[in-house]
């Protein structure tokens, strides 16, 4: 709905038309709208949650995690993200709620960076993630493309080659 319509048009009566309940319903979940599109965010990120254990290998944790950012990014999802982006630049209610929503997903990526650089500050981690996510982003978004396996391979390696260098796990 908020990929196609946009944000100034999302209302609690075209979502409560939506969904099919009323008004009143959607009111006592959520003050504002803004609090509603965290909501939503929130939740839709969670159905995508990772499930990856510690004896997976780093390299193919990350794969699998952009595997999952390739899923949380199909169907309208990239285009809501843009509406949601464009309208953080003018409001800092959506700017706060796109910043808890980019950074939810960090730590899981930081975690495998981590595991293969264990001495590397947490600047250049994060930098790393940000890269790999960016580029992720970029492809699925604006080209717009479906990554394949071998893609993801790609991005994942050049990823890891920018951890310092030092590391016995690095490809």
């Keep these: 709905m908020l990929s196609e319509r946009g944000y100034d048009a999302l209302t609690f009566e075209a979502v409560a038309s939506e969904v099919g309940c009323n008004r009143a319903t959607i009111y006592r979940r959520h003050a504002s709208k803004a609090e509603l599109v965290a909501s939503v965010l929130r939740e839709t990120l969670l159905s995508f949650a990772p499930a990856i254990d510690e004896e997976t290998a780093p390299r193919d944790a990350l794969h699998a995690l952009v595997d999952t950012a390739v899923a949380y990014l199909?169907?309208?999802?990239?285009?809501?993200?843009?509406?949601?982006?464009?309208?953080?630049?003018?409001?800092?209610?959506?700017?706060?709620?796109?910043?808890?929503?980019?950074?939810?997903?960090?730590?899981?990526?930081?975690?495998?960076?981590?595991?293969?650089?264990?001495?590397?500050?947490?600047?250049?981690?994060?930098?790393?993630?940000?890269?790999?996510?960016?580029s992720v982003v970029y492809h699925l978004t604006f080209r717009p493309i479906r990554l394949t396996p071998q893609q993801i391979d790609a991005l994942v390696d050049r990823a890891i080659a920018m951890l310092p260098v030092g590391s016995d796990d690095r490809p």
């Design 74 to 134: 199909s169907d309208a999802r990239p285009a809501a993200i843009l509406h949601i982006a464009s309208l953080a630049r003018r409001s800092p209610e959506v700017a706060e709620i796109l910043g808890i929503h980019l950074t939810s997903t960090e730590p899981y990526y930081i975690r495998q960076f981590r595991r293969l650089a264990p001495n590397a500050d947490i600047e250049h981690l994060q930098f790393v993630t940000h890269t790999l996510l960016g």
